[in-house]
């Protein structure tokens, strides 16, 4: 069967096609330089299917959509107009049934640019049918900053009726020693090729274990650490590569700063408080261009929430927000590209690299970092208990923020510190801190979504939008104001199950110092501890 054969070779760089030996007269049918733009959903659905769809450009200014599925099997089909963006858009291809159940309801986006030469041939008999066809792509990865060029590829495109020849080539292919059988496809080579040119990495955490550590000393390393995952994250962030690369940078801002927040003291006075000041203006940069990546994403899970006659009406809305995305992206890479930041991470990681002072100025610089990472534990966990106990029905949506905030700098400092802990106490509670951090995300994700969508729905009035995306936009209003309405009702049994007895006698036992005042723990509110 000739589904067992291979498709696609890999071609070294003196490979000439019109050498090879082949069943019949090679024909050039077509040679464009092209660009193509392959989409994906944002988790990268066809990508792990092994397949790839993509929008594709000649020279011309002809268009094509070509979808590869995993079997090795391509489909090309005339394009015009914007590229699609659901499913259902692309329901004239033949594939449609077995494509469809895996984007689901999720939006296609741009994921890869690529540029270079595509060639069609075919290969005909002495009486002219075509018993063949192939195809090479030579390919190259582009981004802002460079070209990446990829392997050549050569495809073979079997012709109904002549499977014999196929398979006499793809044997004779196979057994050419210069050539290799690709096993990745297009899509996958290309972010591989990204992935290794800008890795999407988190650097592995600063692991302290000694307790007796100075504090100084810990609290630099595990700075060090968070300094690195931004350098490693910022080159894809400024290419546009994956929104994952602004997530895990941002991550490592906002870590920064709780860091400073809860160990500041262990740092000198004036050191801290210029930096402190310079990562939260960072963190304030990098938010719109978050904010916007992240409700691009929810879009097309919003559309699927909308009832069946009205689903497909916000393209408006989403192509609104996609110029407010690109204008927040070109806002953060302006700042991130500017002299003054590149002076600001240098002077940063030159404090950091020097060696902690013999005499140092910094108040608790010598503490342990177990009694001072613990203490901090202890403090934010109280903290966030009273801040808990003190929400009730009548209280406002700011006070769930305020409680999501500190439980977002709990975390942080368990997860920095977790080291001097037992792992088998310390991870179920963190388990059940990120339980409720989801919960309170929910809560906040709806809110903001609920914000977006109003501030959006004036600006579309405005430009006199067709009047069934308005209908759209405020149907899902309502739907969403339900759902925070439920995730709000809940939240009662969200906290009380994280602030149970047995839970906080865990935490009791893990982080409360071992000399603790009776005024200091009455602070904490009757039954805190």
Known sequence: MSESLPTEFLLPASFLIEGMVTPGRLVLVRESQVRLTLLDTFDRRLLKAGAWLAIERDEDGLSRCVCQCNQGLREVLPWSGKAPVFAAELSRLDCYDWLAPILGVRALMPQVDMTGTCADWVIEAADGVAVLAL??????????????????????????????????????????????????????????????????????????????????????????????????????????????????????????????????????????????????????????????????????????????????????????VMTLSHGAHEALNARLGSTTHHRFLQAWASFLERPVPRRPTAEKARVPIGALAGAKIWKLYRRLLQEGKSINPESPPEALHTLRKTAKKLRYQMELFQGLYPADEMQPLLRRLKKLQTHLGDYQDMSVQVGHLRELAEVLRDRSVPIDTLLAIGALLGHLHHQESHLRDRFEAWFDDFSNRRHRRKFRHLFRPAVTSAVEDKRGGKGID
Not at 204 to 221: C, F, L, N, S, W
Not at 290 to 302: E, K
Request: hydrophobic content about 45%; proline content about 6%; glycine content about 6%.
């Open 135 to 320: 195809g090479l792509d030579s390919l190259a990865v582009r981004n802002k900053r460079r070209k990446s060029p990829l392997q050549a590829r050569l495809r073979l495109i079997p012709v109904k009726g002549h499977r014999k020849e196929f398979r006499a080539l793809a044997e004779s292919l196979c057994a050419e020693p210069t050539l290799e059988v690709a096993d990745t496809s297009l899509y996958q080579s290309a972010v591989w090729v990204l992935s290794n040119a800008w890795p999407v990495t988190v650097i592995p955490p600063a692991v302290i274990t000694d307790p007796e550590m100075r504090a100084d000393g810990a609290v630099k390393q595990v700075l060090l650490q968070l300094l690195e995952t931004m350098q490693v994250n910022e080159a894809g962030l400024l290419a546009e590569i994956d929104t994952e690369f602004l997530h895990d940078y941002r991550v490592a801002v906002r870590r920064t700063r709780a860091v400073l927040g809860q160990m500041g003291a262990a740092l000198p006075p004036s050191v801290l408080q210029r930096f402190r000041d310079g990562f939260a203006d960072l963190a304030r940069a990098t938010s719109g261009a978050r904010d916007m990546d992240v409700f691009l994403l929810a879009l097309a899970g919003l559309d699927a929430e909308l009832p069946n006659a009205m689903q497909g009406q916000l393209q408006p809305l989403r192509e609104e």
